[in-house]
């Protein structure tokens, strides 16, 4: 009987491997899942299985042979996991079966499969395998391809028990190698006799522990000799690639066992056959392996023949070597090692030859050849170190060539060739110092290619490869040959010296100090002196940072030098205090002039310490010759110059010093910067250049008449000539900064004499001397017929200068020869004065400031830049004094606003400063004889004014002091004295002491301030220059600084606090451009500044301000909005409008009925965007807080009638998309609720989502209820008035407002605040009446207020019990609900009743509402699947206590729960969790219960598998008599819609046989089972038929 249930099962099994129906992506995942099930089936009954695949192999002769190749392998896996266990038998029918297989089909990879089931046969019972394969074998005729095949894996897998056969077999088969006609057969004898020689190689290596030791190879060579002679002759040469690789993969094998003169004779013809494979064949491998065994056998031999053809066999070998890897040819890095191995073999016996064709492959081809040279070199030395030793000489010559290669390639595997000969004593020879520079020199790479140069191959290295593999080695070569010590020593000190390698400082640095530490090795000899080594060193440490931060290890390498011997004690001691300071800064905290002067002061006291001074000689000439290498490195050679002058100043040889220093002066560089600078003022910087110097200085201090008689025809005539030189008759400017300097200091000079009528007397620094203005002194008035062009020459000056930190004084000296020219006769024209004014202010104010970037490192930038700044204000006011008029201050301020708006600082900063002296020096050279206006007064104000509120404090400062001054220029204007003491002013002056107590003053600081200025300048202007002011004032609001725009809000609305009244015919001009600014602005506080602008316009003129805004279409413009909102900050005016907006809401009827759908009606819309812009004032809270139910109430019912409805039709384009009716009511009432308070509620409702579903008409009663909890958990207390209000409504005629009612009224339901407030009574009354409404949804949201009693309030739940059930149960039983939602709705608000109810309260229907729900357990509808599974787990606790009633009911539906923890829907699976921790008691298991509890809980993960199979488990030690009652279940699910739950159903039969014994497996009807698992087999969904085979392998327990 169990036999025939095998059999069955498997052949179950078989049939449904065997099915045509199955797609091929799907078959082989199912095929390989039946495969394990057999092979679990066969692990139990080995010899059933395999009697029963043979019986259906026979049966099925057209079985699919990929289901046939997946049975033989699952025999070949039964058989070779129970092959100890399997009978003789069962080995007889299988070796029988096995080669009925392979006789069946001649399609080798079919054979193949069969002889795997042989082979794991032959490794134990070999006579029978061996026997029946031999059989295949007819005499003088090749057998097929799959028994030759198998005898070669047989061979490979049983060495011991094939090898004494292979003679035999090897004289059967070996003669008839001839008769094979097809490639394929070749491509099999190959591998045959290949798979034996490798077995024959294994058995001889192993002969001690072979069943027969006398088994030798020489006992094959005859039948092996005349295989080799067949595979050499014939197939080697064959069409087919496949035939001569596989002739060549069996050679190799071969020729290690074949006689040595057969393989000798051989020789001269198969080495160029087998190189030639390489031109035919993609994948080389193969090819290098036999090649190796080849030569490896041949030098065995000690063959003669092999030297005959060693060139051409060399040459195929590197070609090979160095041609590109194949990312597709997974094969190449075995390759590689392969030829190099025949390298090594070659190199045994042919050293010298080897070397001698190999060295000139170092100096010639191409990369690759050459790359693949120095590679096989190195490899040649650690692989055949002891035949590379006599050839050192040579090697080394060769290398000579390759060091000049440009390759990054080449260069890289020479420094690896290079750490290799070192290793191996090569370094020590003489010649070897080339390879030693240049690994030094690759240490000097650049990081980067140069610019140009693209790179060829992108996965080449770079060149900072290869310094990062050079600087290894040379650290590594110092640091671990200690042999090396006395060769690197005297090479790489002088190198320190080279100025080429000055990137290699740093390694070169390490290495010399780890040798001086090591070996400390000898200082004599020829080497660099001490001196030198000292400059050298100290002048690198300069730049403790560049070439990867090189001060550190120069310092380290000074100290192990030892330079002298009274230095050593000194050294110690300060050198380490040098290197904590660089271990403690890094590259920008450094002072660079802090470290050079650290450097010097060492050095000092390092030469006073010395007791001979005249080592001090040397030390200054070796200073000297180092200065010339250090072109090009201008701070270096700085330091060097200020050493050399350290080192003078101790040298003892006042004549050595003299020399020197006339070295010094004659071979400096003017052109540089470094060197121009350390030169004194006085001496010419060239030629030219101090000509025109001279030129300068003599008429400063000629008589004037003099001058005045060689000015223009000799002085001015040859500056010009040199400013500007003619090239083809063209005027061209020059270029030389020296020459450029001391034209524009001569030209200052010369005009500052004409000014000052030619006292002689001049300061240094024209422009910080009070009275030194142009005009001052005698003979002032004085005339230039060349000051334009001299003008114009400053101009170009001043333009051609970079925007960068000054350098030089070129700009104030320019400045001031300006100055001074402007002054003189003739006047210049309004384009040139024009063109001055942008010149000069454009070459200073934008100069970044000198503490900026790379500023900070460059001496003196301060004082360059405040000189500039003196000389541009002597400039102006000098501009200023030849017209000096409101026109004139106007036009110079029309150049200088820019500056003074500009966004950045230092700009804003340095223009009001000139600002502020300019206004000063006009007040003070004032002189107004008759009242007259001062038209300027407004610009003017509106751009300094709003400065008072800038980011910078003097700033701020300077703008008021700019404000007092206008504001005395308007005074004077009015005819008051100069000096005359006004209060307002004087208030102005109390301002700057809160402007100037803080970087950043508090904002209320700042708009007090800018209100009293206001007030102030209310008070003081002109009222025809008002409305001009403030439009002025309006257009600053552009200004980039946030701070100013601000300020000059607040000022605008002072003067309108100030002189409103006067504006009555501006208004409409004013709100014109109030409305621009909102529209440009979105800044919050322009925006409030426009909003207060409004409200001091209507508290000043209110019936203009009003009618004006109404005018502009509000409330459906944008900017206007802002502007509404401004009258509803008003106090006074809110609830006059708020009276009106309710009446039209409450009135009007919020939609009509159109063809089209509901349109939304206008006035409604409106009223309700007006009433949400209102709603934005903070000033209207309290009238809002005053009718807050009133308003709630009718919002509400707002959002009811909007739901759903179309933007009337007079709306078109962008205004109908912003203005929805649903948007437009949500964003009113939070607009209202948050300024009534209840900002909570807003955003409790926005976190949950409630704003959003409001808007959606299938989800607007979800929203109202969110909106609804938030109100009765917020703002309880409001609630008594609004739901009076709205019990009415439930009655009304729009379905939409019964709706919005009955869910903001089922929500309160479930908060307690309803108790407290009285309130439960009604509203239970209001929505039990509800349940007969024509609505679905009506009567759906009622019975969901009614079970919201239950968290609301609990307590009250068994007084209205009955009455909560009743209207429950007549919910599930409602005739009209088609989609079972008011059943949904019952089951839902029942589970939550249930939890207060007690056991006699619903005993009575228990049972009832057990089986009205069991049938939503498997509803398509996973919201009915999940509330009626939860109210099962809920009942399920009233069962407990009489288990007769409800066990039954829990039993019945626990595979149905435990197959819905599969349920493709998340809150079904944590709905049966929920019910099966609720059932667990009640199943009469504690272990169930336990597991239930701990795994089922929500929060965490499940692995079904392992839970069900626990389950399964516990149950069948609990209740084994349930088994067949499950399994049927089961069995029902089979059919599910769900692939998930078949597939668990599938899973849930096979857990629960997998944990039956014998006896209780008796249960189970295995015929009705395995027929449902055969359809099972059939699904069409592949994991439920993987599930279906995993059970039908298990069902081997019961059988």
């Known amino acids: 009987m169990v036999e025939s249930r095998v059999r069955r099962l498997a052949l179950a099994l078989l049939e449904a491997g065997a099915d045509p129906s199955l797609c091929p992506p799907e078959a082989a995942a199912l095929r390989l899942q039946l495969r394990s099930a057999l092979a679990a089936l066969g692990d139990a009954e080995p010899e059933e299985l395999l009697g029963s695949v043979a019986q259906f192999l026979q049966q099925r002769q057209e079985l699919p042979w990929p289901w046939r190749e997946q049975v033989l392998a699952a025999v070949a896996a039964v058989i070779r996991s129970r092959l100890p266990e399997l009978g003789a038998g069962a080995a007889s029918a299988a070796v029988a079966l096995a080669a009925q297989e392979m006789g069946r089909s001649k399609d080798p990879e079919r054979q193949e499969a069969a002889g795997a089931v042989l082979v794991e046969l032959g490794r134990r019972f070999l006579g029978p395998v061996l026997e029946e394969l031999l059989r295949k074998f007819p005499p003088g005729i090749l057998p097929p391809p799959g028994p030759i095949r198998t005898l070669a894996d047989l061979a490979a897998a049983n060495v011991f028990g094939m090898v004494p056969f292979l003679s035999s077999i090897l004289a059967t088969l070996v003669p008839l190698l001839g008769t094979a006609r097809t490639d394929s057969m070749k491509c099999t004898l190959c591998y045959a006799l290949q798979r034996f020689g490798e077995s024959i190689q294994e058995y001889v290596a192993g002969r001690a522990e072979a069943p027969d030791p006398t088994v030798r190879s020489d006992a094959f060579g005859l039948e092996l000799g005349a295989a080799f002679d067949i595979l050499s002759h014939g197939w080697m040469q064959a069409r087919d690639g496949k035939v001569r690789l596989a002739a060549l993969e069996a050679l190799g094998p071969l020729s290690s066992l074949i006689p040595g003169e057969q393989l000798e004779e051989q020789l001269p013809k198969l080495l160029p056959t087998v190189l030639g494979l390489y031109r035919k064949h993609p994948e080389p491998f193969p090819i290098s392996k036999s090649l190796c065994q080849l030569l490896e056998a041949s030098v065995a031999l000690g063959s003669r023949s092999l030297e005959a053809q060693l060139e051409p066999l060399l040459a195929a070998l590197l070609a090979q070597l160095v041609a590109p890897a194949d990312p597709n040819v997974p094969t190449s890095s075995k390759n590689q090692a392969e030829l190099l191995r025949c390298f090594s073999v070659l190199a045994a016996p042919f050293p010298a030859r080897l070397l001698a064709w190999l060295l000139p492959r170092l100096e010639s081809g191409s990369e690759r050849h050459r790359h693949g040279a120095l590679r096989l070199l190195r490899h040649l030395l650690n692989s055949a170190p002891s035949q590379m030793e006599m050839q050192k000489v040579s090697i080394l010559s060769a290398l000579k060539v390759p060091l000049q290669d440009p390759s990054n390639k080449v260069k890289c595997a020479l420094v690896q060739l290079i750490s290799a000969l070192a290793h191996h004593g090569f370094l020590e020879q003489p010649g070897a110092e080339a390879l030693l520079e240049f690994l030094v020199e690759q240490c000097a790479l650049p990081a980067e290619p140069p610019a140009g140069i693209p790179e060829e191959n992108p996965e080449d290295p770079t060149s900072a490869d290869v310094r990062s593999v050079s600087v290894s080695t040379l650290l590594l070569l110092s640091s671990t040959v200690p042999r090396l010590g006395h060769v690197l020593w005297p090479f790489l000190l002088p190198l320190l010296l080279r100025p080429r390698l000055r990137p290699a400082l740093v390694p070169l640095c390490r290495s010399l100090a780890g040798l001086a530490q090591r070996h400390r090795p000898d200082q004599h000899g020829n080497l660099p002196s001490p001196q030198a080594l000292t400059v050298r060193l100290l002048a690198v440490s300069s730049q403790p940072w560049s070439c990867g931060g090189r001060g550190a290890p120069a310092l380290r390498l000074l100290r192990e030098l030892r330079i002298l011997p009274e230095l050593e004690k000194s050294w110690d001691a300060e050198i380490p205090k040098l290197l904590r300071l660089l271990e403690e800064n890094t590259e920008d905290s450094l002072d660079q002039q802090e470290w050079e002067e650290k450097l010097l002061q060492f050095l000092r006291e390092s030469l006073s310490s010395i007791p001979d001074k005249s080592w001090i000689c040397p030390l200054v000439s070796e200073t000297f010759r180092q200065l010339r290498d250090a072109d090009g490195f201008p701070a270096e050679k700085n330091f060097l110059y200020r050493y050399m002058g350290t080192a003078l100043g101790l040298c003892p040889g006042k004549e050595q010093v003299r020399k020197q220093l006339q070295e010094l002066l004659e071979n400096a560089r003017y052109q540089e910067e470094t060197e121009r600078e350390d030169r004194s003022d006085s001496e010419p910087e060239q030629p030219r250049a101090a000509l025109v110097l001279c030129l300068g200085r003599v008429a400063a201090a000629a008589p004037p008449e003099l001058l005045r008689s060689r000015l223009e025809p000799r002085i001015l005539g040859c500056l010009l000539q ?699 509808h996973a919201a009915l699947r999940h509330s009626s599974i939860v109210l099962f787990g809920n009942l399920s606790h009233f069962g407990r206590a009489d288990s007769e009633v409800f066990s039954e009911q829990i039993l019945n539906g626990l595979v149905t729960l435990l197959l819905h923890l599969q349920d493709p829907q998340p809150d079904v699976v944590k709905a049966c969790k929920f019910a099966l921790r609720m059932c667990g008691p009640s199943l009469g298991c504690e272990e169930l219960r336990e597991m239930f509890g701990n795994h089922l809980r929500e929060e965490r993960g499940l692995h079904y598998g392992e839970f069900l199979n626990d389950v399964c488990k516990f149950l069948m030690r609990s209740r084994p008599a349930l088994l067949g009652r499950l399994i049927s279940t089961n069995l029902f699910y089979f059919k599910s819609p769900w692939r998930e739950l078949r597939a668990a159903a599938a899973m849930s039969v096979g857990f629960l046989v997998l944990h039956v014994d014998e006896e209780q497996g008796q249960q189970v009807d295995l015929d009705q089972l395995i027929s449902a698992l055969q359809l099972l087999l059939k699904d069409p969904a592949p994991d439920v038929r993987i599930k279906a085979a995993e059970t039908l392998g298990r069902l081997v327990r019961i059988l």
């Open 722 to 1420: 040199l400013g500007r030189s003619k090239v083809l008759g063209i005027k061209v400017e020059t270029k030389d900064p020296a020459l450029k300097l001391s034209l524009a200091r001569s030209i200052s000079m010369v005009g500052r004499a004409l000014a000052q009528g030619g006292s002689g007397n001049f300061p240094g620094n024209f422009g910080n001397y009070p009275g030194n203005y142009p005009g001052n002194g005698p003979g002032g008035s004085g005339s230039v017929a060349h000051k334009a062009e001299l003008v114009a020459l400053m101009v170009e000056f001043l333009r051609a200068e970079p925007p960068e930190a000054p350098r030089t004084r070129l700009r104030q000296h320019a400045l001031s020869a300006c100055a001074h020219l402007v002054a003189l006769e003739p006047a210049l024209s309004d384009s040139e004065r024009s063109e001055l004014l942008d010149a000069a202010l454009g070459s200073v104010l934008p100069l970044p400031p000198p503490e900026s970037g790379k500023n900070r490192e460059q001496p003196g930038a301060q004082e360059l830049l405040q000189e500039a700044l003196a000389a541009l204000t002597e400039l102006l006011q000098g501009i200023l004094r030849s017209r000096l008029s409101p026109s004139g201050l106007q036009e110079i301020f029309a150049h200088l606003g820019p500056w003074i708006r500009s966004p950045r600082e230092p700009e804003r900063e340095r223009g009001l400063g000139i600002g502020k002296s300019l206004l000063e020096f006009f007040l003070e050279n004032l002189d107004v004889r008759a009242v007259t206006p001062f038209p300027a007064l407004p610009a003017l104000l509106a751009l300094l004014a709003p400065r008072c509120s800038d980011g910078i404090p003097e700033i701020r400062s300077r703008s008021l002091d700019c404000v007092r001054a206008l504001l005395r220029i308007q005074l004077c204007f009015q005819g008051f004295s100069r000096d005359h003491r006004d209060e307002l002013l004087e208030e102005l002056q109390e301002l700057k002491a809160g402007l100037e107590n803080s970087q950043f003053p508090d904002f209320s600081v700042l708009f007090q301030t800018c209100s009293r200025l206001g007030a102030v300048l209310g008070r003081r202007i002109p009222p025809e220059q008002l409305p001009g002011l403030l439009l002025a004032l309006l257009e600053a609001w552009t200004d980039p600084e946030r701070n100013c725009s601000r300020a000059a809000a607040a000022i605008g609305n002072a003067l309108i606090r100030e002189r409103g009244e006067i504006l009555h015919e501006q208004v409409p001009e004013l709100l014109q451009a109030l409305h621009a600014r909102v529209a440009l602005h979105a800044e919050p506080q322009l925006q409030r500044a426009a909003q207060r602008a409004v409200q001091l316009l209507a508290l000043r003129l209110p019936r203009r301000t009003v009618g004006c805004l109404l005018a502009r279409g509000l409330p459906l413009d944008s900017p206007g909005c802002c502007l509404w909102r401004a009258l509803g900050s008003e106090p006074a005016l809110t609830p006059l409008v708020l009276e009106q907006l309710l009446e039209r809401l409450s009135r009007e009827i919020p939609f009509q009925e159109s063809p089209a759908g509901r349109v939304a009606t206008t006035l409604p819309l409106a009223a309700t965007r007006a009433l949400a812009e209102l709603a934005a004032a903070p000033e209207a809270a309290a009238a809002l807080q005053e009718r807050f139910p009133e308003l709630f109430q009718v919002l509400l019912l707002r959002l009811g009638g909007s739901v759903g409805i179309r933007p009337p039709k007079s709306l078109r384009g962008r205004d109908r998309n912003q203005l929805q009716p649903g948007s437009c009511a949500v964003q009113t009432m939070k607009a209202v609720l948050a300024r009534a308070g209840n900002d909570d509620v807003v955003r409790d409702v926005g976190s949950a989502g409630g704003w959003e579903l409001m808007e959606i008409p299938e989800r607007h009663h979800d929203g109202i209820a969110l909106l609804a909890g938030a109100m009765a958990r917020l703002c309880g207390p409001r609630l008594p008035p609004i739901v009076r209000s709205l019990i009415p409504v439930l009655g009304s005629a729009l379905e939409c407002q019964r709706v919005t009612s009955s869910a903001f009224l089922a929500e309160l339901l479930s908060h307690k605040v309803v108790n407290d407030l009285v309130l439960l009574e009604p509203i239970l009354e209001a929505l039990t009446a509800l349940e007969k409404d024509s609505c679905l949804l009506v009567r759906v949201l009622a019975l969901r207020g009614l079970g919201n009693v239950a968290s609301g309030s609990p307590e009250k739940i068994r007084r209205h019990g009955a009455q909560l059930l009743a209207s429950m149960l007549q919910g599930m039983d409602d005739k009209d609900d088609p989609n079972n939602l008011l059943a949904l709705e019952a089951m839902s608000s029942l589970s939550k009743i249930l939890d207060h109810l007690e056991e006699r309260d619903v005993q009575s229907m228990l049972l009832h509402i057990a089986i009205r729900i069991r049938p939503f357990f498997d509803s398509e």
